[in-house]
């Protein structure tokens, strides 16, 4: 369990993370998203001690990170800027580390075939591709069999199946009770992955909650249905959970707390005719962009840009 408290750092001027509040819970994966610059390494960083807290407090397991004896044991991280001595092999680097942390041999043997690293065990790490890379990040932080797993961005560079190895691996630890915290820019993949999502923006907290509730509260469970007899309609299916909206004499209606499937029962029993009926599918994308609009801090812009053959 990973238990943040007013957590807050300061550089200079610049507040990276402000006041946050969250726990994440073992048993299940929690995402961590935000915008560039949200304040999520800085978090990350703060959680195995690389960063001091300005104010506010962070642990894992009950205690800050550095009061563990043990912390590899503890927390597994895989954190963006890995530094690994590039003459090393992938051998060399994880048994260097278990040498350190009094971890047997033979683990290392597990997480180089855990890690899908076999083949290229005994080559140079500074000559590994960006996902090599990623897997021995990933065989590294999983080395003292940790109860609490937390890894940045850990599809960067990663072809179809390190992808698909990654999602069976982190639903895998989360399913043996431990706590997985992980970051991503990859909102389809969050979607597949996570249970759970802490979001942030400017180093503040946006949302703590699931998948499901943050697509159903960006509108993901609104049904749009089109009458002859909006009037009629909205008599038809209006109840205490049900939120019906559409503009004064529109045909067109949206309709919250009623299922599609209920609304077209509820219109054949009342005699009135359907020209559409469709669930509004809102993507954790949509979802996550609606939510961060207004803490996003570096915009892109397509302005500028010249279509190929448009004159200039
Ligand atoms: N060492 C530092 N010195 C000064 N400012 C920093 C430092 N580290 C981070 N920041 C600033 O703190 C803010 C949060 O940065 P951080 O890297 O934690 O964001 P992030 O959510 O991980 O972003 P990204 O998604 O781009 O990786 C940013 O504005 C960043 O410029």
Known sequence: MIEA?????RYGEKTATDRLDFVVRPGSV??????????????????????APTSGSVT?????????????????????????????????????LALTHGIPRSRVHEV??????????????????????????????LLGDPQTVMLDEPVNGLD???????????????AEGRTVFVSSHLMSEMALVADHLIVVGRGRLLADTTVHDLIREAGGDTVNVTTQEPTRLREALAGPDVDITGWPGSEELQV??????????????????????????????????????DAVEYHGSTAGIESPGRAA
Do not use: C
């Not at 995402?31 to 960083?45: D, V």
């Not at 009135?272 to 994308?285: D, P, R």
């Open 60 to 96: 894992v397991g009950g205690r800050r990170y550095a009061r563990h004896r043990a912390p590899l044991q503890e927390v597994g991280a895989l954190l963006e800027a890995k530094s690994i001595h590039p003459g090393r092999s992938a051998f060399q680097h994880l048994n260097a």
């Open 256 to 293: 919250r707390g009623v299922s599609a499937r209920d609304i077209g029962l509820r219109a054949a029993q009342h005699g009135i005719a359907l020209f559409e009926l469709s669930q509004k599918t809102v993507s954790l994308e949509e979802a996550f962009m609606d939510l961060t609009k």
């Open 112 to 141: 180089i075939e855990l890690a899908g690293l076999e083949s290229v065990a005994k080559k140079r790490a500074g000559a590994f591709s960006l996902g090599m890379g990623q897997r021995l990040g990933i065989a590294a932080a």
């Open 5 to 9: 408290q007013q957590l807050t750092k």
């Open 160 to 174: 179809p199946e390190g992808v698909l190895w990654i999602r069976n691996l982190l639903t895998g630890l989360a």
């Open 30 to 51: 929690t995402g961590f998203l935000g915008p560039n610059g949200a304040g999520k390494s800085t978090t990350m960083r703060m959680i195995v001690g690389l960063d």
